[in-house]
């Protein structure tokens, strides 16, 4: 039935908004589909207002860093949930590290406004239309977003371990 329901959805989004799906995959039964940062706020719309797929509630909204992704680096990554359907799906928005930016989805649902704040506040992307895009969880002053994959994972200046401890 899951299986029915993904595909009845994918077919729909294909049929409404041509091209703009740029791909589809369904991980364990979940409707996964990358589409254009510019057409974020117009498909999640239609989604939510549509009388049969009524996705009516995002359950999170992050951030996401690839830095071997050439021009796709950053990326935004929403979960909707349809209660009617009891139908999930995730998409998935990707840009260019230089312009991190997208339309925010405040206007669509109250709960976006924390979590692209939180989402500026570690990756950097800019929220076009953010009633109040401003750090939530560090400090003011930090010139940096935490979350970008571009700090080493160890500091390589320690000289009191050895990667025997670490299994290595």
Known sequence: METQMNNK???????NFPGKILQAETPYGFLTIEI???DNVEIVSWLQNHEKWDMNFMTDLCGIHY?????????????????????????KAFMPKDKAE??????????????????Y???????????????????????YFPMLKEYALEDETRTDKTDKFFGR
């Open 9 to 15: 959805l994918l077919e729909a989004l294909q049929g």
């Open 36 to 38: 254009p940062p510019a």
């Open 67 to 91: 830095p071997e992704n050439e021009g796709k680096e950053i990326g935004v990554v929403y979960h909707l949930h349809s209660f009617k359907n009891n139908l999930r799906m995730r998409i």
């Open 102 to 119: 997208i339309q925010t989805m405040t206007g669509l649902f109250a709960a976006a406004n924390w979590m692209e704040r939180e989402t």
């Open 121 to 143: 506040d570690f990756y950097g992307i800019q929220f076009t239309g953010h009633p109040d895009l401003r750090r939530i969880l560090n400090v003011d002053n930090m010139d």
